[in-house]
């Protein structure tokens, strides 16, 4: 018997780190100990001077299609159960709440190669990084409301300062996705591919030219944009 | 209750119309202290999923009466808050009615042709969903008219469409159409004229057949999270969460695992 192949595939291409999910049998549905890999590998990452950006990318034909359901809800490892909060089915979203906050507060910038899916959790990844990239036929958007279920990882008070609150009502109120071609007309996406594209060879040059960009200058950017969508003016 | 608000009910529907039709629907006092009523009665219980808010005739809304003789009887619940003194009444009752509108925990459309302007425009940016008719037109004219608006548009329309859209409409009083609502995110989809009517009846059979429980608390969360800093909006969503136990989704677990379209009932 040979052991399952890694859940998630990390490599280097000089100064960038590609996080790529590998359950393309599942279109990449994400457990709670990929998350768990996900926030160790960000927090090496963020110590480590030789990265400078990351990008999340799926193997296969989605970039992630949500969380794992299947099998009768998620299996929580022991060691992860005080890291998520017991509800009335499965488990709750603290874990989730741990990875797109560390997405978020990553110092550097973070893109996310968006293809094929990008739903549910795979929509919560997406919108926690500071880029997204997308093929125009890719699907984008939140459809938990149709399982009578809805996400607590943060996407209602993004998505609103993202874009607007006028477009909570097609993503997340009717759970209608976007395609990749819409994402980018409001400008949810940067960069637009045809389908079919391999993103992180078509869009190479867009991300190594986010890891040229001056790393201290960035971090103090970045931290200060989201640090003042929560305050008031004046600025300090 | 006033004739000039009609309430009909359709299975999960409650479809409430401004029928006065002849003043572009400005509302009077009594329209206001229904609409409201309606609404506040619609948010108990199961029964209705879906709220669609419409006008009769040629326009959505125009406003509030502009006549102060032709705006009716001050509401009796609010006749304790009427101040008096040189510059009229305040805004009272269109407060109390938008900010119901808002915060109802049912799902609210609104249905949109021709005029939505001032307290029109205020109404249909406080329900959900805007379905439009391509040739409807939307603004706020108050300040061209040396008045400024009291209904919290200017805190809801920044946040609705960004605050460059939204100077547009509030500071230059300028007029837009369905379609352009569409395009700066306003509208949920703007359609051809002809085809609204039908267009609105599939919306309202769909939305009044989704988990509308889940639906209200996705509300909730969209809607107060609007003013929490990041840390306390994922607090929020966790006791959103744990204080929201819903029927529906048992019944969505196993419509998945059945490979079947859910029979969600809203509770």
């Known amino acids: 018997m040979t052991a399952a192949p890694p859940a998630l595939l990390i490599s280097r291409d000089g100064a960038v780190l590609h996080i790529r999910f590998n359950r393309p049998e599942r279109l990449n549905a994400l457990d709670p100990e990929m998350h768990e890999q996900v926030i160790d590998t960000l927090r090496a990452a963020a110590t480590d001077p030789a990265v400078r950006t990351v990008a999340f990318s799926g193997e296969g034909r989605a970039f992630c299609a949500g969380e794992n359901l299947a099998g009768g809800g998620r299996a929580v490892p022991e060691r992860l159960r005080p890291r998520m909060v017991p509800l009335e089915i499965g488990s709750g979203p603290v874990l989730l709440h741990e990875v797109t906050t560390a997405i978020r507060n990553w110092p550097g910038p973070v893109v996310a190669l968006l293809h094929g899916h990008a739903l549910g959790a795979g929509y919560d990844y997406a919108t926690s990084c500071d880029f997204r990239v997308v093929t125009e036929d890719c699907r984008l958007g939140d459809p938990r409301v149709h399982r009578a279920l809805w996400a607590a990882e943060g996407w209602s008070y993004k998505i609103t300062r993202l874009l607007a609150a006028g477009y909570t009502t097609k993503l997340h109120l009717l759970g209608e996705p976007l395609t990749g071609a819409e994402a980018y007309r409001i400008g949810l996406a940067h960069r637009l591919y045809p389908a079919g594209s391999d993103l992180r060879i078509i869009a190479g040059e867009f991300v190594q030219r986010l890891a040229a960009l001056p790393a201290e200058a960035y971090a103090a950017t970045k931290a200060a944009m989201l640090g003042e969508l929560d305050r008031r003016w004046p600025v300090p | ?267």
């Open chain 2, 1 to 267: 209750m006033t004739a000039e608000i009609l309430a009909e009910r359709d299975g999960g529907i409650l479809r409430l119309t401004l029928a006065r039709p002849e003043a572009g629907n400005a509302l009077t006092y009594p329209m206001m202290t229904a609409l409201t009523a309606h609404l506040a009665a619609a948010g108990d219980g199961p029964e209705v999923r879906c709220v669609v808010v419409c006008g009769q005739g040629a326009d959505f809304c125009t406003g509030e009466s502009p006549l102060a003789e032709e705006r009716g009887a001050w509401p009796a619940a609010l006749a304790h808050r009427r101040p008096g003194g040189a510059h009229g009444a305040a805004p009272l009752p269109e407060q109390v009615l938008v900010r119901t509108l808002r915060a109802l925990p049912k799902p609210v459309i609104a249905v949109v042709q021709g005029r939505a302007l001032g307290l029109g425009l205020d109404i249909a940016c406080a329900c959900d969903i805007r379905l439009v008719a391509a040739d409807a037109s939307f603004g706020d004219p108050r300040v061209t008219q040396g008045r400024h608006a009291a209904t919290g548009i200017t805190y809801v329309l920044p946040r609705l469409i960004g605050l460059s859209q939204a100077m547009r409409l509030s500071l230059l009083g300028e007029q837009i159409d369905g379609a352009e609502a569409e395009r700066i995110g306003l509208a949920y989809r703007a359609v051809p004229p002809a085809e609204l009517e039908a267009e609105a009846g599939k919306l309202a059979q769909t939305v009044a057949a989704m988990a509308t429980r889940s639906y209200a608390v996705i509300k909730q969360q969209i809607r107060e999270q609007l003013d929490l800093p990041y840390e306390m909006a994922l607090l929020h969503s966790l006791a959103v969460r744990q204080t929201n136990v819903i029927e529906d989704r048992a019944e969505g677990q196993r419509a998945f695992a059945e490979k079947r379209a859910p029979r969600y009932t809203g509770r």
